[in-house]
């Protein structure tokens, strides 16, 4: 056992410990952590925030030639922001938001539909290139299966009757398969998370592995 003399490896390893306290019940240490994690995450923001955007993308451009008069509209816009700080002048947020909301649902909604929608339904027609072999072939058969029964679960406006009750049972099955596959994709990466700390623990800081 070879324990380590890095003073960053010891500040790490008390971190973590102090972290995984409130495990036991929240404590001062676990408050410290908190603050401290808080703290470095905020200052880290602000610089970046102050070197990749405020200076390239507002100060520069509006400082040094060639200027840019155009950007002072959209910075009054953002500085609309700050009147939420403001009783009297919290109205003024109503702006930034609505211009916000509004780019970026024109922004988002084409490219959603194409990817979420489309291209998933593109993807999941019975084209003869799918059945070259027999899993291939069965893939795509399960797939369209899952996509058709599926979207008859969540289809409301008609009765559950003629097979479309015991179509949406099965879609049912495949909604609730997603929805495992996912939690458990969720619950390995918080797993293979605290593997990592471990190990850090025990290799890195106590030197026993």
Request: net charge positive.
């Amino acid at each position: 056992m070879s324990i380590s003399t890095s003073i960053w490896v010891w500040i790490a390893a008390l971190l973590t410990l102090m972290i995984y306290s409130f495990l036991y019940k929240e404590n001062p240490f676990y408050r410290l952590a908190e603050h401290i994690f808080m703290g470095l995450s905020i200052g880290y923001s602000v610089v970046i925030l102050w070197y990749n955007y405020i200076l390239p993308r507002i100060y520069e451009p509006l400082f040094f030639p060639p200027h840019q008069w155009s950007l002072i509209f959209p910075i009054l816009i953002g500085m609309m922001t700050f009147g939420i700080f403001s009783e009297k002048y919290n109205w003024l947020i109503k702006y930034p938001l609505a211009v916000y909301v509004a780019g970026y649902a024109g922004v988002q909604i084409p490219l959603q539909l194409q990817t979420m929608i489309l291209r998933q339904a593109e993807a999941s027609f019975l084209t003869p290139d799918k059945f070259t072999s027999l899993f291939s072939s069965f893939n795509a058969l399960l797939i369209f299966a899952g996509l058709v029964t599926t979207l008859i679960y969540f289809y409301f406006s008609a009765k559950r009757e003629h097979g479309l009750g015991g179509a949406s049972q099965v879609g049912i099955i495949f909604i609730m398969i997603a929805f495992g596959a996912a939690f458990g994709y969720t619950v390995m990466a918080r797993i293979s998370l605290l593997i990592g700390r471990m190990q850090f623990l025990l290799q890195d800081w106590l030197g026993i592995m």
